[in-house]
């Protein structure tokens, strides 16, 4: 089965310590790993992650501690339906088997993700002060807005691209495995 690391800001890994696994070295070979840290919307905890390779976005709204022994099936019912709002065409059972189970991390410290992430928490103040209360943000939209925008550490192309090559890479390889077909 696959697994996925989330390393968390040291944020985050304030609330999520009890859950935070040993610094297992293993690698999440579709996708890579990802980094997540904490916001808040009207008092409610948010997360912001980022994956690596792809720089694609993904925002678990109005996480509570007692949701984080379900965060594998959250973090996957999450991506799916962003993927999915972002017009990134795939299967449900695609995506549990690319993430597989998620393992939280303790900080790995890498600048330029948590560069990445700082930019787009100033996106999502502006946000807040645009839309008010919890109740008014569509986390599935200003998703897609954070996605839909140019990466210069992607050669200028949009986050939703780049993810949605990796999918359709790991789908054509998944195909000709088991199809058994040899290029």
Same mark, same amino acid.
């Given at each position: 089965?696959?697994?996925?690391?989330?390393?968390?800001?040291?944020?985050?890994?304030?609330?999520?310590?009890?859950?935070?696994?040993?610094?297992?070295?293993?690698?999440?070979?579709?996708?890579?790993?990802?980094?997540?840290?904490?916001?808040?919307?009207?008092?409610?905890?948010?997360?912001?992650?980022?994956?690596?390779?792809?720089?694609?976005?993904?925002?678990?709204?109005?996480?509570?501690?007692?949701?984080?022994?379900?965060?594998?099936?959250?973090?996957?019912?999450?991506?799916?339906?962003?993927?999915?709002?972002?017009?990134?065409?795939?299967?449900?059972?695609?995506?549990?088997?690319?993430?597989?189970?998620?393992?939280?991390? =303790?900080?790995? #410290?890498? /600048?330029?993700? +948590? !560069?990445? %992430? &700082?930019?787009?928490?100033?996106?999502?103040?502006? @946000? $807040? *002060?645009?839309?008010?209360?919890? =109740?008014?943000? #569509?986390? /599935?939209?200003? +998703? !897609?807005? %954070? &996605?839909?925008?140019?990466?210069?550490?992607?050669? @200028? $192309? *949009?986050?939703?691209?780049?993810?949605?090559?990796?999918?359709?890479?790991?789908?054509?390889?998944?195909?000709?495995?088991?199809?058994?077909?040899?290029?």
């Amino acid at each position: 089965m696959s697994k996925t690391r989330i390393f968390t800001t040291r944020k985050l890994e304030k609330i999520t310590k009890e859950f935070i696994s040993e610094n297992e070295e293993f690698n999440n070979e579709y996708l890579g790993d990802w980094t997540s840290t904490l916001f808040y919307v009207s008092h409610k905890k948010c997360w912001l992650l980022i994956n690596k390779m792809t720089k694609y976005l993904l925002i678990l709204p109005n996480i509570k501690k007692t949701d984080l022994k379900n965060i594998s099936s959250i973090f996957k019912e999450n991506l799916f339906a962003q993927l999915t709002f972002d017009g990134i065409e795939t299967r449900y059972e695609l995506v549990e088997k690319i993430i597989g189970e998620i393992k939280l991390q =303790e900080t790995n #410290n890498d /600048r330029s993700t +948590n !560069g990445s %992430l &700082n930019n787009c928490l100033l996106f999502l103040e502006d @946000w $807040k *002060y645009e839309f008010g209360d919890y =109740e008014n943000m #569509n986390f /599935r939209d200003l +998703n !897609g807005r %954070l &996605n839909s925008s140019p990466n210069k550490m992607l050669n @200028w $192309k *949009y986050p939703k691209e780049k993810m949605n090559e990796m999918i359709n890479n790991y789908e054509k390889k998944s195909f000709l495995e088991k199809n058994r077909i040899v290029l």
